[in-house]
């Protein structure tokens, strides 16, 4: 039994560990599309959805009675937020850069804690409070810090509102996930794109589609590897390990997000930028892994 438990943790650390890092090269691969936002959440809808039926189909999820009508619509509101999430953050990269919209980007938990707490009843403790607190120490730095001298005076700021937005909506997203617990999650995530390509597909140009094969290439492993296969490897792995190893190997994406954006676009952090996405990062890491305040002062005592 235990060999078998041991096992499954390490299958489930692979698995989690190849999902954040196709989650942490998404950027590089909407950058490289050269397509519009819009465009580029609406093919990876598309392929996604096809990949996902596939997967749907194989598992045997498409059975008549497997959801309610109710949880359908939970599963709608869902995709509305997961795909607006997509829109704000991918559109965020071209104003604060990759690293700077993924950092803040994980300041989801906290919009999470606020909506658990206003939707769900949930109790905001002062551990909570506390780690909220840092967070926003963090962002303060962030937004205080210069950006490059290459952005768009003005540009910097409204990067940042976006990859708040972005966090948000996808708080939405995991609080509707809350609501649809014992509902197979490979089907929520099929409901998900299908409902983003009902939304987008009226704000999709398709006279003006890509003209080469590496773009439609760039669009197809957006949809099928960073979406359909992203989602397998990551609700398998949430399977089967611990909520605190989920949430430590959850951190392997902004740090990968931010190694791509340096070395595929040059884009180095200023000072002030790296010292403020530490300290949301840790933020966020003590909000995921349950730590307390004390632990701040035992680390660097640790390191003696």
Same mark, same amino acid.
């Given at each position: 039994?235990?060999?078998?438990?041991?096992?499954?943790?390490?299958?489930? /650390?692979?698995?989690?560990?190849?999902?954040?890092?196709?989650?942490?090269?998404?950027?590089?691969? #909407?950058?490289?599309?050269?397509?519009?936002?819009?465009?580029?959440?609406?093919?990876?809808?598309?392929?996604?959805?096809?990949?996902?039926?596939?997967?749907?189909?194989?598992?045997? *999820?498409?059975?008549?009675?497997?959801?309610? @009508?109710?949880?359908?619509?939970?599963?709608?509101?869902? +995709?509305?937020?997961?795909?607006?999430?997509?829109?704000?953050?991918? &559109?965020?990269?071209?104003?604060?850069?990759?690293?700077?919209? /993924?950092?803040?980007?994980?300041?989801?938990?906290?919009?999470?804690?606020?909506?658990?707490?206003?939707?769900?009843?949930?109790?905001?403790?002062?551990?909570?409070?506390?780690?909220?607190? @840092?967070?926003?120490?963090?962002?303060?730095?962030?937004?205080? &810090?210069?950006? =490059?001298? =290459?952005?768009?005076?003005?540009?910097?700021?409204?990067?940042?509102?976006?990859?708040?937005?972005? &966090?948000?909506?996808?708080? *939405?997203?995991?609080?509707?996930?809350?609501?649809?617990? +014992? /509902?197979?999650?490979?089907?929520?995530? @099929?409901?998900?794109?299908?409902?983003?390509?009902?939304?987008?597909?009226?704000?999709?140009?398709?006279?003006?589609?890509?003209?080469?094969?590496?773009?439609?290439?760039?669009?197809?492993?957006?949809? #099928?590897?960073?979406?359909?296969?992203?989602?397998? *490897?990551?609700? +398998?792995? %949430?399977?089967?390990?611990? /909520?605190?190893?989920?949430?430590? @190997?959850?951190? %392997?994406y902004p740090v990968a997000a931010i190694l791509v954006d340096r070395f595929a676009f040059g884009h180095a952090l200023q000072p002030m930028q790296i010292a403020g996405a530490a300290v949301i990062l840790l933020a966020a890491a003590g909000m995921n892994l349950g730590w307390s305040p004390a632990r701040l002062i035992r680390?660097?005592? &640790?390191?003696?």
């Amino acid at each position: 039994m235990e060999m078998a438990m041991q096992s499954d943790i390490r299958r489930g /650390t692979a698995e989690m560990t190849a999902a954040m890092l196709i989650s942490g090269t998404i950027g590089w691969f #909407v950058v490289m599309s050269g397509q519009p936002v819009s465009g580029v959440v609406f093919w990876r809808c598309f392929f996604g959805a096809l990949t996902l039926l596939v997967v749907c189909t194989a598992l045997g *999820l498409l059975r008549p009675g497997i959801i309610s @009508l109710r949880s359908l619509a939970v599963a709608v509101f869902g +995709g509305i937020a997961i795909v607006s999430n997509w829109l704000l953050l991918f &559109a965020s990269y071209s104003h604060a850069s990759i690293s700077i919209a /993924t950092t803040v980007y994980n300041t989801q938990p906290f919009m999470l804690l606020a909506l658990g707490a206003l939707f769900l009843g949930e109790k905001i403790t002062g551990t909570k409070l506390f780690w909220l607190g @840092l967070s926003f120490a963090g962002m303060a730095v962030i937004v205080e &810090a210069k950006p =490059n001298t =290459n952005a768009v005076s003005g540009s910097y700021g409204l990067g940042i509102l976006m990859a708040l937005g972005a &966090a948000f909506f996808y708080a *939405l997203a995991a609080l509707a996930a809350k609501w649809l617990k +014992g /509902t197979p999650p490979h089907l929520i995530a @099929l409901i998900q794109v299908s409902t983003g390509i009902v939304m987008l597909a009226p704000m999709t140009d398709f006279s003006n589609l890509p003209a080469d094969s590496s773009s439609w290439m760039i669009l197809i492993a957006v949809g #099928v590897v960073h979406t359909g296969l992203m989602y397998v *490897l990551l609700y +398998g792995a %949430i399977q089967k390990l611990p /909520t605190h190893l989920t949430g430590a @190997l959850s951190f %392997i994406y902004p740090v990968a997000a931010i190694l791509v954006d340096r070395f595929a676009f040059g884009h180095a952090l200023q000072p002030m930028q790296i010292a403020g996405a530490a300290v949301i990062l840790l933020a966020a890491a003590g909000m995921n892994l349950g730590w307390s305040p004390a632990r701040l002062i035992r680390l660097p005592a &640790a390191g003696r």
